[in-house]
């Protein structure tokens, strides 16, 4: 590995009136590369900032590293919030360093990191970040969960603790495929309800296990677009034998969508009146490779070890 002094970052602490507490000492490196170039990180980074709280943060306490600072949510007066990792982690001692949309950049400087990780819509803030420490992009947005905490974990050398990940929810799989034979015949719509409509959404790697289950999805499902608006009335188009919704029990979104879901239009779905519409905490399951396996345990107990009806029969 090489040997480097990391003149950049020394520079971009003093132009923000940044101090360095101990000596200004080189850091044994590696070169990390991804889809989104080639980086020089530390080989043991002391303080990693993330960029998005439910994807980055919490799978990185899935691995076993602390940030010292992160994204998150965060009302006026109030203390600010990680989701997916509140409060399975102990999340003390991680700084708020802004929105995940707009992180602050003289917060991110304070804490003199050694790496900063952030997806791939940060790319329009690189630049700047550079000038604070080296910056990695990960694909959580054009990949599916297993790959983007693969490049995670070899990014900060927590390669063992991911392949322990992968092997139960691997395994998870293997025994849905064992007790449901005909899992296409099962159709899923995946979505987020909001109080004016609902987008295409699977939180906490649940569209991931549907893929990985082989479950099948309604046509209006397979062309429609994810993650834009649909209104109420276009409810009716992704009717499944399962819906999945989920709710941010911080933020109170369950209240704010109750009358969407207290509509003659919802109550009237196959799903809603055969009680196989599943409701879930999203906060409970983030993003990420725990998350997924979660998500899986949940399907697991949902669809193959309960009686279910289908559209079809």
């Known amino acids: 590995m090489a040997v480097t002094v990391r003149a950049f970052f020394l520079a971009a ?7 360095l507490t101990g000596p200004a000492a080189a850091a044994e490196t590696k070169v990390f590369e991804n889809s989104f170039g080639r980086v020089e990180v530390p080989l043991a980074p002391r303080c990693v900032v993330s960029l998005h709280d439910l994807s980055l943060t919490t799978q990185l306490l899935e691995l076993g590293v602390k940030p010292c600072g992160s994204t998150g949510r965060k009302k006026l007066f109030s203390d600010a919030l990680f989701r997916g990792a509140q409060p399975r982690f102990d999340v003390a001692g991680i700084q708020y360093i802004g929105s995940h949309q707009a992180p602050d950049l003289e917060a991110i400087a304070a804490l003199q990191p050694d790496l900063i990780v952030g997806l791939s819509y940060h790319a329009e ?10 910056v990695v992009l990960l694909p959580a947005r054009e ?5 983007y905490a693969k490049e995670l974990a070899e990014l900060v050398g927590k390669q063992q603790r991911y392949q322990e990940l992968l092997a139960e929810y691997q395994w998870i799989v293997s025994e849905f495929a064992k007790r449901v034979k005909e899992p296409g015949r099962i159709t899923v719509t995946t979505l987020e309800v909001y109080p004016d409509g609902f987008q295409l959404i699977g939180r906490s790697g649940m569209d991931d296990v549907i893929a990985d ?11 429609a677009r994810q993650n834009v608006p649909y209104s109420l ?6 009717n499944s034998d399962f819906i999945i919704d989920t709710y941010e029990e911080m933020l109170d979104s369950e ?3 109750a009358a969407f879901r207290s509509s003659p239009q ?5 799903a809603v ?4 519409f599943l409701y879930l905490n999203r906060s409970r399951f983030a993003d990420t490779m725990q998350g997924m396996i979660g998500s899986a345990y949940l399907l697991m107990s949902h669809i193959a070890e309960r009686g279910y009806k289908l559209q079809q029969d």
């Open 255 to 257: 209240a704010g969508t």
């Open 125 to 134: 803030l690189k630049e700047k970040l550079d000038k604070i420490a080296p």
């Open 13 to 19: 602490c003093a132009s923000l009136g940044v101090g």
């Open 143 to 147: 990949a599916d969960i297993k790959t």
């Open 266 to 270: 919802w109550q009237s779905l196959f």
């Open 233 to 238: 009335e276009r409810i009716g188009d992704f």
């Open 213 to 223: 289950f082989g479950l099948g999805r309604v046509a209006a499902y397979r062309e």
């Open 273 to 276: 009146q055969n009680r196989q």
